[in-house]
């Protein structure tokens, strides 16, 4: 800094005026600053806390807004989605609706809403993170069956992304056990989406071993021996395949796959397996947060207006299964309909009874590692 | 960081072999100090100036029209409000906490100075993401001040305020850490003549204190603002993400990029870019400016 230091008496050499008055208002502004600080402040709570007032009244405002706190891969969808709910909702109640959105990792996401992230309302990737608010005292019991088709307006499940021209001749998923394919799939114990990676290979095990379990394990172990890069998310994963370029396949969500593609047509294409999973994304009101806001009424139609044509439309478009059927069967260019897909309560027995006998410490996924 | 006033080489010491040694060793010496400066400069360019550079092609690639929407976005634009709100209120507390508490430190004595000096350094030696955590685990809805500011329609985590405070953690001690040293090697021979000639403290400050450290606080402020900026790990873990409220431009970049909007990303990288090299500017006048105004007063 070479400042280090400064002679003696020559502080009483007078000052250049100038100089003077403006370090002493630089230092009055110094001083009064955070004051004003924290009374904007201040006042920016007092604002909201009017407007939360005044929800709550018979009378409404003339503007709302809620928050949604999703996860990585919904971006663009909410992003559509969002202006045609507040021309929905402008038309249902005069009111003008502002949507804030958060993203981020599921299982990160809901942690925070459980720390204090007000959402009013949540779409995530799994029932099992909704069910850790429900836990935490934030979403009230039977939040499941709120809305139609166990609260999951769309829904996903789970394919190859290969390289283009597919080298390795991948079709399905006994070609991914072989020796010498690698294969790109997030950690089962950190990730939601490797869960259903899991869940579905599995199915295809049992299928082909006609319900042996110890096929099964050894099919599963000889799957994850494969694996040369076990991300902790899915999207880590789908960054390790495409833009780092490592392994031959990545196991994928549809709808991140057909983004890649989207952003990569020329590198990557999709191979639909025999046998996959139906994958449930689960949306939620937050009640206590909705309750509190006076946003019960509107967060519970953001939900619900997801059901509607226009908006299952989107979701196709946005590479989300519709689970409308027939506006499903719209999609029939883009997904393979004809492709059998197991689902978590009827072959599996719900979330808790697979994360018991799957993922828990010491259980199946556990023992593979360790052999 | 004083001036490296290099020792000129003087005849007389060297020894007095035959001159052709000599002039080996010259020759020896100069191209050491060449592999020297070229390793340098190639660290600098490597590690430095590199990535810069790669900041801004990537910003460029896809055009200018990419470029100047990834930046007009309203998003962006609402993590650059808060990014340099939170900017502000980072140097301004900053500033006065660093000047109150070098001035107790450097110019007075008590039981426990040491202590406080250790104490404004923690922000330095502990990790951002815990500091975030703290904040979450105090003002969190699982933490124990969170029925206090329910009760009084407080937000801390998860909003503006908590963007703030981690970034005021964060940069604490940038201030008080560049005056400290400075205000001690000064002493306070020239404050005590003055208080024996009959001034008041605020005089006492004003006049000589103050004039004292000017440059250094300056350099201190370009510091600590530069720091706020770029700032990440504490802001993430307290922030939400919510987009367009608690969204920083440092958490914006990042969301961008995981989203596979790489020319978005560093489009909005280069906004920082461009403001650290500002900063970088300002720094360099005000150490020289400072160093100028020292030679003066030493003549």
Redesign the interface.
């Known amino acids: ?13 007078e ?1 250049n005026g100038l100089k ?1 008055r403006a ?2 208002s630089l ?1 009055l502004l ?2 009064a ?2 004051l004003a ?1 924290c009374g904007s ?1 201040a006042s ?2 007092g604002a ?2 009017d407007t ?1 007032g005044a929800s709550a009244d018979a009378s409404k405002p003339a503007s709302v807004e809620i ?1 949604n ?1 999703s996860y ?1 891969p919904t ?1 663009e969808l909410y992003e559509a989605y969002n202006k045609i709910f507040q021309t929905h909702w402008k038309e249902k109640s005069g009111q003008d609706v502002t949507i ?5 990792g599921s299982g990160k996401q809901a942690r ?1 809403v ?5 959402a009013d309302v949540v779409t995530l990737a799994l029932e099992q993170d909704v069910a850790e608010l429900e836990k ?1 005292g934030l979403i009230e019991p039977g939040w499941v069956d709120e809305f139609d088709k166990q609260s999951s307006p769309y829904t996903s499940t789970i394919v190859f992304l290969v390289r283009k021209g597919n080298p390795k001749g991948i079709k399905d998923w006994d070609d991914i056990v072989k020796p010498g394919v690698e294969v790109i799939t997030p950690n089962p114990k950190t990730s939601g989406g490797a869960r259903w990676n899991f869940l579905a290979a599995w199915a295809y095990a049992q299928e082909h071993d006609g319900s042996d379990e110890a096929k099964s394990t050894e099919f599963i172990k000889n799957l994850y021996n494969n694996v040369t890069v076990l991300d902790t998310g899915a ?1 880590g994963a789908t ?1 390790t395949f495409v833009e780092n370029k490592q392994g031959d396949v990545l196991l994928a969500w549809e709808n991140e796959a057909f ?2 593609i989207k ?1 990569h047509p020329d590198d990557y294409e999709i191979v639909t397996p025999s046998i996959s999973i139906l994958a449930q994304p689960s949306v939620a009101v937050v009640d206590e947060i909705a309750k509190k806001r006076g946003t019960e009424e509107v967060s519970k139609e953001y939900l619900q207006y997801l059901y509607s044509d226009e908006a299952q439309k989107l979701a196709g478009d946005n590479y989300y299964r519709p689970s409308n059927p027939d506006i499903l069967s719209q999609f029939s260019d883009t997904f393979d309909l004809d492709l059998k897909l197991v689902n978590i309560d009827d072959d599996f027995g719900g979330w808790e009874a697979a994360t018991e006998k799957f993922f828990a410490d010491s259980a199946i996924f556990d023992q593979i590692y360790q052999k | ?3 490296p006033n290099p020792i000129p080489p003087n005849p007389a010491s060297i020894p007095q072999p035959a001159a052709a040694a000599r002039n080996t060793a010259r020759a020896q010496g100069r191209t050491a100090r060449l592999v020297l400066i070229a390793l340098g400069v190639l660290f600098i360019l490597v590690m430095l100036v590199l990535p810069l550079i790669t900041v801004c092609v990537y910003a460029l690639k896809q055009g200018w029209d990419v470029f100047s929407n990834a930046i007009t976005d309203p998003y962006a634009i609402k993590a650059l409000q808060l990014t340099l709100l939170a900017t ?2 980072a140097v ?2 900053n ?2 906490f660093g ?1 109150f508490a070098s001035w107790t430190i450097s110019k007075f004595h008590f039981r426990g100075k040491q202590f406080l000096t250790t104490l404004i350094d923690i922000p330095f030696a502990i990790s951002p993401v815990i500091a975030g955590l703290v904040f ?1 685990l105090v ?5 124990w001040a ?1 029925d206090f500011l329910q009760a009084h ?3 801390v ?2 909003a ?2 908590g963007v ?1 405070l981690a970034t005021i953690f964060v940069t604490f001690p940038f201030v008080a850490r ?1 005056l400290i ?2 205000m001690q ?2 002493g306070s ?2 404050e005590e003549a003055a208080a024996l000639m009959g001034a008041g403290w605020w005089t006492i400050y ?3 204190t ?3 450290i ?3 606080l300056l ?1 201190g402020i370009i510091l600590c603002t530069a720091r706020a900026l770029g700032e990440f790990g504490a802001v993430s873990v307290v922030s ?6 608690t969204n920083t431009l440092p958490l914006h970049i990042e ?1 961008l990029f ?3 909007q790489l020319t978005a990303a560093f489009a909005v990288s280069s906004i920082l870019v461009a403001a650290a090299i500002i900063i970088l500017i300002l720094r360099n006048i005000v ?1 020289f400016k ?2 100028k105004e ?1 030679h003066e ?2 003549r």
């Open positions: 800094m070479g400042l280090k230091r400064m002679n003696g008496m020559n502080g009483f050499k000052l003077k370090l002493l230092t110094v001083a600053a955070p600080a402040n920016t709570t909201a806390a939360q928050t706190v990585d971006r804030v959105q958060s993203h981020g925070s459980l720390e204090g992230n007000e935490g999207r960054t983004l890649s952003e | 960081m004083s001036d502000a209120a301004i507390c500033t006065v000047l979450i003002f969190g809805r699982i933490g969170y329609d407080l937000k985590v998860f503006v305020p703030i560049e040293p400075l090697a000064q021979d020239e004003r006049k000589i103050l004039p004292h000017k440059w250094g350099y939400g993400h919510l987009r367009g409220k969301i995981s989203e596979f150490e400072g160093r020292e007063h030493v």
